[in-house]
């Protein structure tokens, strides 16, 4: 999944940074609205945490221009004030959720977590497509009984396409969702990544079907 940080406190951010990336997202980082509101025409992000008080344009107006534009990513907003009259702005703008500093990492986690739940209606905290199950909320995956040893990138491939299963997911997807503003990943890397992925889900139930010139579908095999 893939999350823009717009905070201004770069020793903050770099702590957010880290514990997201530990907690299995991509985090690409701006410290002002305007350059984000720029990222936000490029780039497909799951969701936004941005801080109210930021240089120039603030948070509140940030938020406010994000759902005039339509643009339907889970918000929360983040803060040094906890007066009500900005949480309730907030809000009213079109932000999902609100955490006042200081704020534990393990609960800013579990918020990501649930917004991304709630923005897809049809998503539990658990996803399985034949015999592989993903516990989103630990983070752990298991085909038929045994835990499956995956990387971050792995991981993150896999849910991708359980999510959009048995949709195509394109290439181009799976290069944004992986990557970063100062660590891209080439689509070579990501057919290294989908190969592993196919080694260690060999034998199973599913598959993870090329579909020439355009993606990945991850689908049941079919019954002989």
């Known amino acids: 999944m893939r999350v823009l940080l ?39 992000y799951d969701l ?8 120039g344009m603030d948070g509140h107006e940030l938020v406010r221009r994000i759902r005039a534009r339509k643009l339907g990513l889970p918000i929360l907003m983040l803060t040094a004030r906890d007066g009500l009259e900005d949480r309730v702005r907030g809000l009213d703008l079109g932000s999902d959720d609100y955490m006042t500093k200081p704020f534990l990492l393990p609960e800013l986690l579990a918020r990501l977590r649930a ?21 989103l909320a630990q983070r752990t995956a298991r085909q038929s009984g045994r835990t499956l040893e995956l990387t971050r990138r792995e991981w993150e491939i896999l849910q991708q396409l359980m999510l959009a299963s048995p949709r195509v997911v394109s290439k181009r997807q799976l290069v944004e969702s992986l990557s970063e503003w100062d660590r891209e990943i080439t689509s070579n890397a990501v057919e290294i990544h989908v190969s592993r992925l196919r080694s260690k889900l060999q034998g199973g139930a599913v598959e993870i079907l090329t579909v020439r010139g355009i993606g990945y579908r991850f689908d049941e095999v079919p019954a002989p």
Do not use: C, K, N, Y
């Open 6 to 44: 717009v905070e201004d406190d770069a020793l903050l951010a770099q702590g957010i940074r880290e514990g997201l990336e530990r907690g299995g997202f991509s985090v690409d980082h701006l410290a002002a609205a305007e350059p984000a509101e720029s990222a936000l025409s490029l780039t497909h």
């Open 48 to 55: 936004a945490i941005l801080d109210i008080g930021l240089p």
């Open 115 to 135: 917004l991304l739940r709630r923005s897809r209606s049809a998503l539990s905290s658990a996803l399985q497509v034949g015999d592989v199950q993903l516990d």
